[in-house]
């Protein structure tokens, strides 16, 4: 097991390696494998890969986000020009139906709402908006929808961690009742974790995914 100082110093130089972050203004703190990101990024799409850097270091039990984004100037841009932008984009991707969700921006903040068919949809619409310039933070209401969830779903979510690890999800079990998907049991690392809910969140017909992982 990594001890504290091993862990902050493995954050440290993937924030540093990550092209996509600029981590002069980040400082890294870990108590008890508790990592936690202090300081200052430029954007909401910085924030966001600082999060996915950390999450990707092992060892780490749980991640505390204390990175403030600065707001944009108003002549930059209104709240109404960001809407029509994250609309356009929206309508590009072969992933949503057209019209199928609804965009709400204030002060730079996202609210995402409506009805899709898979639970990655929901996903991916919250990705696409994350990375738009302008953008202070996402609230993703979109709902997926009550379609009848197969059978053997529990079976389909295994298969798919499977393929996706380098060793298999033992410690995970899995239970699915009227389109909930609990995910129960432990896991090595954060990027684990996700991986697990993005694998439930991929399966037809999941309405939600419950996340009881931890991490040891």
């Known amino acids: 097991m990594k001890s504290d100082q091993a862990l902050k110093q493995d954050v440290e130089q993937e924030l540093l390696w990550d ?10 703190t870990v108590h ?4 936690t990101l202090v300081g200052a990024v430029s954007s909401y799409a910085q924030k966001l890969a600082a999060q996915k850097a950390a999450q990707r270091v092992t060892g ?3 991640l505390v986000m204390e990175l403030n984004v600065p707001e944009s100037s108003p002549a930059s ?18 992933d949503f139906p057209k019209d199928a969700i609804q965009v709400e921006v204030e002060r730079g903040c996202v609210t995402l709402a409506g009805e899709v068919d898979w639970g990655y949809q929901r996903h991916a619409a919250e990705m696409l908006v994350s990375r738009m310039r302008g953008v202070m933070g996402v609230s993703n209401q979109i709902t997926v929808r009550a379609d009848e969830v197969a059978a053997d779903v529990g079976a389909q ?3 798919a961690l499977a393929r996706r690890a380098k060793r298999e ?21 954060l990027a684990e974790k996700r991986a697990a809910c993005g694998a439930a969140w991929s399966a037809k017909g999941v309405q939600r995914v419950v996340d009881k992982l931890s991490v040891v």
């Open 77 to 94: 841009h209104s709240d109404e020009d960001l809407a029509t932008a994250i609309l356009s984009a929206l309508k590009w991707q072969e």
């Open 60 to 62: 780490c039990r749980a």
């Open 169 to 189: 999800f033992a410690g995970i079990a899995i239970d699915v009742h009227d389109g909930v998907v609990t995910l129960t049991g432990t896991v090595s690392s």
């Open 157 to 159: 979510i295994s298969a």
């Open 19 to 28: 092209p996509a972050i600029d981590a002069r203004q980040i400082r890294v």
């Open 32 to 35: 008890d494998r508790i990592i």
